[in-house]
């Protein structure tokens, strides 16, 4: 089992940055991929970024070119920089750790853009 601690929302201007931490623990975090989603009010919740066991990165279109995820190993935790927020990137943001058809989810953490 996995337990997932989100860390690092906030409220931030237009264009401006936060980074998001998600700590892991339970578990070997090394074996596990490690996705970041979000929802906002009213929406399905969608899939942002993806980090691979191997380091591998995925995108949303959406986020392309102003997120980026990472991890370390050595600390149990994976990021998630982002750069030029924008208002509709407003959401909860959730973490969330796959293996072998096993998912375990965070609690969330509150992102809020203003205009």
């Known amino acids: 089992q996995v337990q997932l601690v989100e860390s690092g929302g906030g409220l931030v201007q237009a264009g401006g940055s936060l980074r998001l931490s998600c700590a892991a623990s339970?578990?070997?975090?090394?074996?596990?991929?490690m996705d970041w989603y979000r929802q906002a009010p009213g929406k399905q919740r969608e899939l942002v970024a993806t980090?691979?066991?191997?380091?591998?990165?995925s995108y949303a279109d959406s986020v392309e070119g102003r997120f980026t995820t990472s991890r370390d190993n050595a600390k149990n935790t994976v990021y998630l920089q982002m750069n030029s927020l924008k208002p509709e990137d407003t959401a909860v943001y959730y973490c969330?750790?796959?293996?072998?058809?096993?998912?375990?989810w965070g609690q969330g953490t509150q992102v809020t853009v203003s205009s």
């Open positions: 969330r750790a796959t293996r072998w058809g096993y998912d375990y």
């Open positions: 339970g578990s070997i975090f090394s074996f596990w991929s």
């Open positions: 980090i691979t066991t191997g380091g591998t990165t």
